[in-house]
């Protein structure tokens, strides 16, 4: 069992970056795949990109790659989230997820055991 808690959201523009972060609790954090997904609303819950284990490896979907960034701190227990050149369709509310064990590209909520409450990112014209 892990817990996980989502901070970092916000209000920006166009262009502008933000980092997101997820503190994991009440577990090994070493031992689970980190994922990041959003909800925009009306729409279904989106894969925004995965990171190992180890945090050798990650990945990304094609609407994300090349602006947005996962890494891990296994000293803090916390996984970031990167989000560079903003665009106004990537305004949704962001959640961290973790997987128990190997995560390889698995890229569906359904995927992950353990959700944080979510942080909101507004990204204005």
């Known amino acids: 069992q892990v817990q996980l808690v989502e901070s970092g959201g916000g209000l920006v523009q166009a262009g502008d970056s933000l980092r997101l972060s997820c503190a994991a609790s009440?577990?090994?954090?070493?031992?689970?795949?980190m994922g990041w997904f959003r909800q925009a609303p009306g729409k279904e819950r989106e894969f925004v990109g995965l990171?190992?284990?180890?945090?050798?490896?990650?990945y990304y979907p094609e609407s994300v790659k090349g602006r947005f960034i996962i890494s891990r701190d296994s000293a803090k227990k916390t996984i970031y989230l990167q989000m560079n050149s903003l665009k106004p369709e990537d305004t949704a509310v962001y959640y961290c997820?973790?997987?128990?064990?190997?995560?390889?590209?698995?890229?569906?909520?359904?995927?992950?055991?353990?959700w944080g409450q979510g942080t909101q990112v507004t990204v204005s014209s």
């Open positions: 990171i190992g284990l180890t945090g050798a490896s990650t």
């Open positions: 009440g577990g090994t954090f070493s031992t689970y795949t």
């Open positions: 997820a973790a997987r128990y064990g190997f995560g390889g590209r698995r890229t569906g909520p359904d995927d992950y055991d353990y």
